[in-house]
């Protein structure tokens, strides 16, 4: 199935431009290997992102003066599922990737994740992290895990569970009446991609991908892409499928 990374307006993400068209795996793939963080996103499509900025200022500003601070919209990955919904889904970049090896090391953490989502580990690892293990066993057991999924194509979508988890721990560790989950716009004087709106928990969940096919952990990839024919699914919709 197609994704198609998107600068998008709105909260049902109606409004959008698509930047960039793949396959799951692919696109992850490539962006993940490309870009560092979502401003590397807008540096580089900003000959798509500026004109369509521009070409809707009537919302943007009409968000601005809601918020009392500039906004310039979200990147996000977009997909259309079969009953016409758009899912918006978590860009995984460089720097969340690091963030996944930093999880990794903490084996407290990882054996929450792990005995609260046993469908991505064998039977193996489950038992044996059940267990206060020495750091070299530790580390030979989620190294090996790790480089196993890495080779699969649902591996993008278990990063960002794993993302999530950590960030639903961290709330609930800290308290945390907002969701926080944005890494757009470390500038203060812009809205960040969650202040935009009023609903954070809806919108924190619906940034995530579970939808994931735990019985297909191939561990080779398909080199062959499959042709989907998607139609607009709203006609009041900008350039979705440009």
């Not at 500026?50 to 919302?59: C, G, S, T, V």
């Not at 649902?154 to 721990?169: A, E, G, M, P, T």
Request: glycine letters at 0%.
């Amino acid at each position: 199935m197609q994704r198609y990374l998107s600068i998008v307006l709105d909260y049902n993400c109606t409004i959008s431009k698509t930047l960039l068209e793949d396959s799951k795996y692919e696109l992850d793939k490539y962006i993940s290997s490309k870009f560092n963080n979502s401003n590397d996103v807008r540096i580089f499509f900003k000959n798509k992102i500026e004109p369509f900025l521009k070409q809707n200022e009537a919302i943007i500003t009409s968000i601005e003066e809601k918020n009392k601070k500039k906004y310039r919209g979200q990147i996000v990955i977009l997909q259309v599922l079969e009953n016409g919904e758009i899912q918006r889904i978590k860009v995984i970049y460089k720097d969340d990737l690091k963030r996944i090896k930093e999880y990794l090391k903490n084996q407290n953490f990882m054996r929450l994740f792990i005995l609260e989502n046993k469908r991505y580990f064998s039977p193996y690892v489950i038992n044996k992290i059940k267990r206060n293990l020495s750091k070299t066993d530790y580390e030979r057991m989620i190294n090996e895990w790790h480089n196993q999924v890495k080779n699969t194509v649902n591996y993008f979508d278990i990063c960002r569970h794993l993302i999530k988890y950590k960030d639903l721990k961290s709330l609930q560790q800290n308290n945390v009446p907002k969701f926080n989950f944005c890494d757009d716009f470390d500038e203060p004087e812009y809205l960040s991609d969650c202040d935009a709106y009023d609903n954070y928990e809806d919108l924190y969940k619906r940034n995530y991908d579970e939808n994931i096919d735990t019985e297909s952990l191939e561990t080779e990839i398909s080199n062959s892409k499959e042709k989907t024919l998607i139609k607009k699914i709203n006609p009041d919709q900008l350039s979705f499928f440009d």
